[in-house]
């Protein structure tokens, strides 16, 4: 598959450019058999759950689909993983749903993750989203090649990324972009893990 090739024939989705775009980014490492986690899975399995909620759990199914790859999405409520069961639909071969808490998984996977899309909890309680979502960075056993954090605010990151993207960047990552509500960014294997 050609990178070209990923905006054109990929899923619909509410975050559909952005998820393409860090998909692309990912492609263009060249990394076979890509390993994807998602944290907070796809919540509503109605059409119109694709434009509110996203549907990335089912972009990501269909990437690993079309390279071999593998898909963890990882969500405490058993209510969205039996949507995301639902929305995954024919790439369901490539995803685990894994019903647990994100912060007690990430230090049981041995892989190292390729492109990891934080997409956690969220809502009225800031503080609580950006402290889960730094424990979260915190958890992995490895940096992951990419990093894709939804609902965040230019330029202080805030609500999800608030206090996990300045740690990050300050670990050695580098920012790629910021588009909307979400930013990419990219682990440089030249730096010390």
């Given at each position: ?165 300045p740690a990050m960047i300050a670990d050695g990552y580098e920012l790629l972009w910021v588009r909307g509500v979400q930013a990419l960014l990219r682990w440089s294997d030249k730096v010390a893990a």
């Amino acid at each position: 598959m050609k990178t070209e090739h990923i905006h054109l024939l990929a899923p619909a989705s509410g975050r559909r450019d952005t998820l393409v775009a860090a998909l692309e980014a990912l492609h263009e490492l060249g990394v076979e058999h890509p390993y994807l986690v998602e944290i907070g899975t796809s919540r509503d399995p109605t059409p119109a759950g694709c434009l509110a909620d996203g549907w990335g759990t089912r972009m990501l199914g269909w990437y690993a689909s079309q390279t071999e790859g593998a898909v963890v999405s990882i969500d405490p409520a058993w209510k969205a993983c039996r949507s995301a069961h639902q929305v995954v639909g024919e790439f369901a071969s490539w995803v685990t749903i894994r019903q647990e808490y994100a912060e007690k998984v990430l230090p049981t996977l041995s892989r190292r993750i390729d492109l990891l899309y934080m997409d956690g909890p969220h809502g009225n309680d800031y503080a609580f989203s950006a402290r889960i979502h730094l424990e979260f960075y915190r958890a992995l056993r490895c940096k992951p090649r990419l990093v894709l954090f939804d609902d965040i605010k230019d330029p202080t990151f805030g609500v999800k990324g608030t206090l996990a993207v300045p740690a990050m960047i300050a670990d050695g990552y580098e920012l790629l972009w910021v588009r909307g509500v979400q930013a990419l960014l990219r682990w440089s294997d030249k730096v010390a893990a």
